[in-house]
C-alpha cells in the first residue's frame, strides 16, 4: 500500500491511497459467494440462484461497499504511519488520469487539529462576585412562594395589578370582526402578561359591571400573521374583580412545601439554603464564563472548518428539536444563524482539550461524589 500525504492549505492535508484491484475483486466475489447461499431471487429457491445471477443483482452494491470499507481500513493505517489526529471525516475521490489497471488510487482530504498555542494565563483577571444573604432575602423568597400558591377572592373595587379580571369582549380590525376577536367569561390577571400590554392596562380601573372601549395596535411580530401591524378596536364588559389571596406562612404553609412537622422555622432554614446552592452555581457560572473568555483571548489557534460545520448542524437540528418540541412552528433555520456559535464552542472545545491534556487532568472519586451530593441536595 502506498499513502503519500501531501500537506495544503491550512489543516487541510491529502492522502494518496492506493488500493490494488485483484486483492479488491478477490474480496468482492468471496462476499457475493456467501451472499448465494441464502439470498432469495425471483424465480429461485433461497441459496439455489446462481452466482452470475447474484453477482448481475447485487455486484455493485457489494463492490461498493468492499471498496469503501478497504479505503476506511488503509486510511487508518495511512493515519496511525504518519502519526496524524484527524478532525472531521475524510472525503474521498478517485485521482483522474489513472494509467495502471491492476491498482486505483484515491485522494483522501481532510483536516488535522490545530495546534494550541495559550499565552501566560498568570495577567489576566477573574472577578469572584461577592454576594451576602440575610433574612430579607429570605422573605422576599417566601413571598414568591406564596404568590405561586395564592388564591383570588372578589374585590368590590376597581381592577389594579395583579388582580384576576373576568370579562367578555369583542374585537374589530376595520369595522370587521376576526378570528379569535371574541370571548366570554375570559380571565387574566392583570400584569402576567398573558394579554397584549395595552389590553390589560385597559382594564385597569375597571370595576365588575363596567364596560369599555380602546384601541390597540397589534405588534410586528405577532403570532397570527393576518392582524400582525394592524389597529384593532375592543369593547370589553367586566364581569369580576378579584384579588389575590396570599396563605399565611404557618404550619400548613410549611407542610405545603415538605416541612413535614410544619415548623416555620426550618422553611427558613431549607429557603435560605437553597438560596445559598443558588448562588453558588451563579457565581460559579460567572466565573466560568470569565475564565473561558480568558482563555480565548490568550490562545491561538487554527479552526477545523469540518469540525465547525458539524457543530453548527448539531445546533441547527438541535434548536429545530427544541421549537418542535414546544409546539413551535418554524421555517428551515438557516445554518448561518449558528456559524457564531460554533466556532466558538470549537475553539473553547480545543483549547480546553490541551489544558486537559497537558495537565492530566481526570476527575477524581471524591470529586463526583460531591457534586451529585450537591445535586442531590436540590431534591
Known sequence: MQANLEVLEGLVRRLDISVPMDQLETEVQGRLKRLARNVKMDGFRPGKAPLSAVARQHGAGVRQEVLGETLQSRFGEAVQTHQLKIAGYPRFEPKEGQASAAEMTFSASFEVYPEVKI??????KISRP??????????????????????????????????????????????????GGKGEDFAAVIGEGRLLKDFEQSLVGLKAGDSKGFDLTFPADYAARELAGKAAHFEVQVKDVEAPVLPPVDAEFARALGVEDGDVEKLKAEVKSNLEREVKRRVQAKLKDQAMELLLQKSTLDLPRSLVAMETERLTKMTEADMQARGVQTMKLSADMFTGQAERR???????????????LTAQPEQIRALIAEQAQSY
Open 346 to 360: 470549537v475553539r473553547l472545545g480545543l483549547i480546553l482539550a490541551e489544558i486537559v491534556q497537558a495537565n492530566k
Open 130 to 179: 461577592i454576594v451576602e444573604l440575610g433574612d430579607a432575602d429570605v422573605a422576599k423568597t417566601l413571598e414568591v412562594l406564596q404568590k405561586q400558591r395564592r388564591s383570588f377572592a372578589s374585590a368590590e373595587r376597581a381592577a389594579a395589578e395583579g388582580d384576576l379580571v373576568k370579562f367578555d369582549y369583542q374585537g374589530t380590525v376595520d369595522g370587521a370582526a376576526f378570528e
Open 119 to 124: 499565552d501566560d494565563l498568570s495577567v489576566g
